[in-house]
C-alpha cells in the first residue's frame, strides 16, 4: 500500500517493574491494514496495544495522524451491568439510534437491545462490546483478543465486519492467540 | 458539560447498596449513643456536634475505596482514557454524584439528630464529607492497582489528609460555642473546600494514570 | 546550578565533597551542645532537671517537620522539571524523617512523665507529630509497595505533596488551643524570649541535627542512586544475554 501512514510507532521502549517489553520497536500501520500481533503469554501484546491507544498518557513513540480518530475495545468490556445494551451502547459512541439499530440488526443481536447487561452471557457481552467499533464510525480499530468468548457464527460476523472495515479503508490492529482469517494481515511477533 | 450531567444522572441510579449499608451503620451507633448519654443531657449536649462531624468523616472514608473500584474493576476508566476524553469531568462527576447519594443523607440525619439547631454543624458535616471525598479520592485512586494488603493503605493515606479537615470544623464548632461569631468559620471552611477541590482535580487524573501502567 | 542539581553525578559529587565537613560538623556540634546543656544551661524552676531533654526533643521535632518540607519541596520540583531525581531523593529522606519524629515522640513521652505526669496526652503539638508520623508511614508504604520503581516514586511524591498542608495546620493550631505546650517562644519576629544560656545549647544541638540529617542524606542517596545504577545495569545485561541467545 502506497498510501499515507495514520500511526507510526517509532522506537518504542518500554520497561516496567525492571522488565524489558520492547526495545525501538518500529512499524507503520496504513489505511487497509491489518496488524496483528502474537506471542506467547506475557510477551507484551497487550501493553502494546495499550501503548498505541494512549493509555495512560499519549507518548511521543507513538506517531499519529492529526484527529485520528479510534476506538479500543480492551481485555475488560467497559459495559456497565445495570444499564441495558441500548444506553451503553448510545452513551459511549453517541451514535444514533437509527444507526444503532442497523449495527446491530447485522451482527444478529437487535433482540438483545433494551436487556441489561448483567443479564447476557459472558459472549453475548463481548460481542455488544465488539458492536461499539463499528457503530462509532472510527478509522483506526485496536482490539485486544476479539474473538475470546464468542461462538463460530459470532467470531464470523466479527470477522466480516472486520474486512468491510479495512476495505474502507480503516485500519485496525488486534492481539490474538487463534488465527485471523482475514485476507491480508501484517504480523508483528512479540518474545517472551 | 453534557457528558457531566449525563455522567451524573446515571450514576444516580444506581442502587446504592453499599451506601444504605454504611448509613444504616451510623444510624444504629446514633441510636445506641443516644440511648447510653440520656443519663447525662448535658454532657451530651456539648459532646454531640463533635461525635456527629468525627463519625461522618469515618464514614466517608470507608466508602472511599468504593469510589472507582467498579468502573476500575469493569474497564470503563481504561477506555475513557482510549476515548482521550476530559477525565477531570469524570472524576469530578463521581465524587459529586458519590457526595449526592452519601453526604446529603448524612446531613440529614445529623440535622435530625440535632434537631437542626446550629447551621455550622450542617454546614460542617456538608463541607467536611465533600473535602474529605475529594482528597481522599486522590487516594483511593492510587490505591486501585495495588495487589494485597490494600485494606491498610487507602485508610492509612487518607485519614492524615482528613484530620486537619476534622480539626477545622470541630474547632468552629467548639469556637462558636464559645465566643460566637460563625461567619468566619463558614469562610474557612468554605475556603479549605475550594482548596481541596483544586487540588484534587490536578491529583486525581494523575494517580489515575498511574494506576493504569 | 540548581537545574545542574538534577544531574546525579553533579548532586553526588558536590554532596560527598561536603559530606566529611558534615560529619564533623555532627561531632562538633553535638559535643558543644551536649556540653552547654548538661554543664552550662540552667535548670528550670518547676521542672528541674528534666528540662535538658527539651535540647533533643526539640530539634527532633524541627527536624520531622523540615525533613516533611524538603520532601514536599522535592516533589512538587518533581513533578515541575519532570526528572526523577528529586523523586528519588524524596524517598531516600523519608527514613531520615521517619527517626527524626519517632525520637521526637519518645523524647517527649519521656519528658512528659516528670513535667505532666502522664506518658501521653492529647495535645495539639504531641497529636500533630503523632499525625506527621502516620504521613511518613503512608508515605513509605506506598512507595514501597509497588513493583514498578518510577510509578512508586510518582504515587508517594504525590501523597508528599497533598499531605503538607498538614504542616501549617500543625503550625497554627498552637495558637489555636493554648494547651500543655507552651506557644512559640523561638521563632517569633521579636527578640526570642528565651534566655541565652537555653538558647546556645538548643542552637547548637539543632545545628548537630541538621548536620547530621545533611550527612545520613548524602549516604543514602549515594544509595539510592547506586541501587538504581545496578538495576539498570542488569537491565542492559538481561538483554544482551537475550540478544546472544536469539542470534
Not at chain 1, 474473538?147 to 479495512?166: P, R
Request: net charge positive; glycine share 8%; charged share 15%.
Amino acid at each position: 500500500m502506497t498510501s499515507h501512514p495514520i500511526l507510526i510507532v517509532s522506537n518504542l521502549t518500554y520497561t516496567y517493574a525492571g522488565r524489558l517489553l520492547f526495545r525501538d520497536l518500529c512499524f507503520e500501520v496504513c489505511p487497509g491494514d491489518a496488524i496483528v500481533l502474537v506471542g506467547p503469554n506475557g510477551s507484551g501484546k497487550t501493553t502494546l496495544l495499550r501503548c498505541m491507544a494512549g493509555i495512560p498518557e499519549s507518548r511521543p513513540a507513538i506517531i499519529k495522524n492529526k484527529g485520528l480518530k479510534q476506538s479500543y475495545v480492551g481485555h475488560l468490556n467497559a459495559l456497565k451491568l445495570h444499564q441495558t445494551v441500548r444506553q451503553n451502547l448510545l452513551n459511549q459512541t453517541g451514535a444514533t439510534s437509527e444507526r444503532l439499530m442497523k449495527i446491530l440488526l447485522e451482527k444478529r443481536l437487535s433482540s438483545l437491545l433494551d436487556r441489561e447487561v448483567r443479564t447476557l452471557s459472558v459472549g453475548q457481552r463481548r460481542q455488544v462490546a465488539l458492536a461499539r467499533l463499528p457503530l462509532s464510525e472510527t478509522k483506526l480499530w485496536l482490539v485486544d483478543e476479539p474473538t475470546t468468548h464468542l461462538d463460530k457464527t459470532a467470531a464470523a460476523h466479527f470477522w466480516e465486519m472486520m474486512e468491510k472495515h479495512l476495505k474502507t479503508g480503516g485500519a485496525a490492529v488486534l492481539t490474538s492467540h487463534a488465527p485471523v482469517p482475514l485476507s491480508k494481515t501484517k504480523v508483528i511477533t512479540l518474545n517472551g | 458539560m453534557v457528558n457531566f450531567i449525563r455522567q451524573i444522572r446515571q450514576d444516580l441510579y444506581r442502587t446504592p447498596q453499599s451506601i444504605l449499608q454504611v448509613l444504616f451503620v451510623f444510624l444504629n451507633l446514633m441510636i445506641a449513643f443516644g440511648l447510653l448519654s440520656s443519663n447525662h443531657p448535658d454532657l451530651w449536649q456539648a459532646f454531640l456536634p463533635i461525635l456527629l462531624i468525627g463519625l461522618s468523616c469515618g464514614i466517608v472514608s470507608l466508602s472511599l475505596d468504593q469510589l472507582f473500584r467498579e468502573d476500575w474493576e469493569d474497564g470503563s476508566i481504561e477506555w475513557l482514557m482510549s476515548e482521550g476524553k476530559s477525565i477531570e469531568i469524570y472524576i469530578l462527576a463521581r465524587i459529586i454524584t458519590h457526595w449526592l447519594r452519601l453526604g446529603i443523607p448524612l446531613v440529614l440525619f445529623v440535622g435530625l439528630i440535632s434537631g437542626f439547631a446550629s447551621y455550622l454543624l450542617l454546614f460542617g458535616v456538608a463541607t467536611a464529607t465533600l473535602t474529605l471525598m475529594l482528597l481522599g479520592a486522590v487516594g483511593s485512586a492510587l490505591c486501585l492497582n495495588t495487589s494485597a494488603n490494600n485494606a491498610i493503605l487507602l485508610p492509612l493515606l487518607t485519614l492524615p489528609l482528613g484530620i486537619p479537615i476534622m480539626i477545622v470544623s470541630m474547632g468552629s464548632l467548639i469556637n462558636t460555642s464559645v465566643s460566637g461569631g460563625a461567619f468566619p468559620y463558614f469562610l474557612l471552611q468554605g475556603g479549605l473546600l475550594l482548596i481541596a477541590c483544586a487540588l484534587s482535580l490536578v491529583a486525581c487524573p494523575f494517580a489515575l494514570r498511574l494506576s493504569l501502567r | 546550578m540548581i537545574r545542574r542539581l538534577t544531574h546525579p553525578k553533579f548532586l553526588l559529587r558536590k554532596g560527598e565533597a561536603l559530606l566529611p565537613w558534615s560529619m564533623a560538623a555532627t561531632g562538633l556540634f553535638g559535643c558543644v551542645g551536649l556540653l552547654l546543656s548538661f554543664f552550662f544551661s540552667p535548670p528550670d524552676y518547676q521542672q528541674g532537671e528534666s528540662v535538658r531533654i527539651m535540647y533533643i526533643h526539640v530539634p527532633a521535632s524541627w527536624g520531622a517537620l523540615s525533613v516533611y518540607t524538603f520532601m514536599a519541596i522535592l516533589s512538587g520540583w518533581g513533578f515541575v522539571t519532570r526528572a526523577s531525581l528529586p523523586h528519588l531523593i524524596t524517598k531516600a529522606i523519608a527514613p531520615i524523617g521517619i527517626a527524626f519524629t519517632l525520637i521526637s515522640l519518645g523524647t517527649g513521652a519521656i519528658w512528659g512523665k516528670p513535667t505532666w505526669g502522664t506518658w501521653w496526652a492529647w495535645d495539639a503539638r504531641l497529636t500533630s507529630m503523632l499525625l506527621l508520623l502516620f504521613l511518613y508511614l503512608g508515605y513509605w508504604t506506598l512507595v514501597t509497595l509497588f513493583d514498578d520503581e518510577e510509578k512508586a516514586l510518582s504515587a508517594g511524591a504525590v501523597i508528599a505533596l497533598i499531605g503538607w498542608i498538614n504542616i501549617p495546620i500543625i503550625k497554627w493550631s498552637v495558637e489555636w488551643w493554648h494547651t500543655l505546650h507552651q506557644p512559640a517562644s523561638v521563632f517569633r519576629l521579636a527578640k526570642p524570649a528565651i534566655h541565652w544560656t537555653m538558647l546556645a545549647p538548643l542552637f547548637s544541638m539543632a545545628m548537630a541535627f541538621a548536620a547530621y540529617g545533611f550527612s545520613i542524606a548524602v549516604i543514602r542517596i549515594r544509595t539510592e542512586i547506586n541501587i538504581r545504577k545496578i538495576r539498570s545495569h542488569q537491565l542492559r545485561e538481561g538483554i544482551n544475554q537475550n540478544e546472544k541467545l536469539a542470534a
